[in-house]
T-cell receptor, first 113, second 116 residues
Framework: DQQVKQNSPSLSVQEGRISILNCDYTNSMFDYFLWYKKYPAEGPTFLISISSIKDKNEDGRFTVFLNKSAKHLSLHIVPSQPGDSAVYFCAASARDSGYALNFGKGTSLLVTP | GAVVSQHPSWVICKSGTSVKIECRSLDFQATTMFWYRQFPKQSLMLMATSNEGSKATYEQGVEKDKFLINHASLTLSTLTVTSAHPEDSSFYIC????????????FGSGTRLTVV
């Protein structure tokens, strides 16, 4: 049972434009959300996170928005750069489950020059 | 920053043999380590949570006798795939809490296991 869903397997964006990656979750107990960037045959690299008590967190070109009522979060990358091309995973965690991460299936982002 | 070293990065083994994967936290103590598995174009699925000095907690559907996890020290956890079969071929990744940023999670670089 997939508790974290990324319904877009791929996304293509032109360099300089905004990339918006979406994530939905079903477990209302999740209280921490993270975005990771991953290349094939490598471990995930942490990008940005957000606690359930916030609705927005910004770090440089990356901003994560959380809509708890809709159980939805999104990652905005602006401006997008070719080096951002990778697979992006959304992950969620609940304190009462020992902080283990539940991952979505990922969205493959391609930023074209 | 926090580093988790995972070895080997790739391994090919014959069906029926066992393979050990090591995960070390290099500059911090990891009381809890997590083991994930990823199939192509799929999510990272949590296999088990290991706590230093105690038995690992396995997720539903993961055979504990097949995937042996040992967390003997605060900096080392191992995953042994016993009597490997081709269907065990996958990408295995460990993660440890204790670093900074992202809830303190730091991931290893992963191990590509191919069973022939």
């Amino acid at each position: 049972d997939q508790q974290v869903k990324q319904n877009s397997p791929s996304l293509s964006v032109q360099e300089g434009r905004i990339s918006i990656l979406n994530c939905d979750y079903t477990n209302s107990m999740f209280d921490y959300f993270l975005w990771y960037k991953k290349y094939p045959a490598e471990g995930p690299t942490f990008l940005i996170s957000i606690s359930s008590i916030k609705d927005k967190n910004e770090d440089g070109r990356f901003t994560v928005f959380l809509n708890k009522s809709a159980k939805h979060l999104s990652l905005h990358i602006v401006p997008s750069q070719p080096g951002d091309s990778a697979v992006y995973f959304c992950a969620a965690s609940a304190r009462d489950s020992g902080y283990a991460l539940n991952f979505g299936k990922g969205t493959s982002l391609l930023v074209t020059p | 920053g926090a580093v988790v070293s995972q070895h080997p990065s790739w391994v090919i083994c014959k069906s029926g043999t066992s393979v050990k994967i090591e995960c070390r936290s290099l500059d911090f103590q990891a009381t809890t380590m997590f083991w994930y598995r990823q199939f192509p174009k799929q999510s990272l699925m949590l296999m088990a949570t290991s706590n230093e000095g105690s038995k690992a907690t396995y997720e539903q559907g993961v055979e504990k006798d097949k995937f042996l996890i040992n967390h003997a020290s605060l900096t080392l956890s191992t995953l042994t795939v016993t009597s490997a079969h081709p269907e065990d071929s996958s990408f295995y990744i460990c993660s440890a809490r204790g670093g900074v940023g992202g809830y303190g999670y730091t991931f290893g670089s992963g191990t590509r296991l191919t069973v022939v």
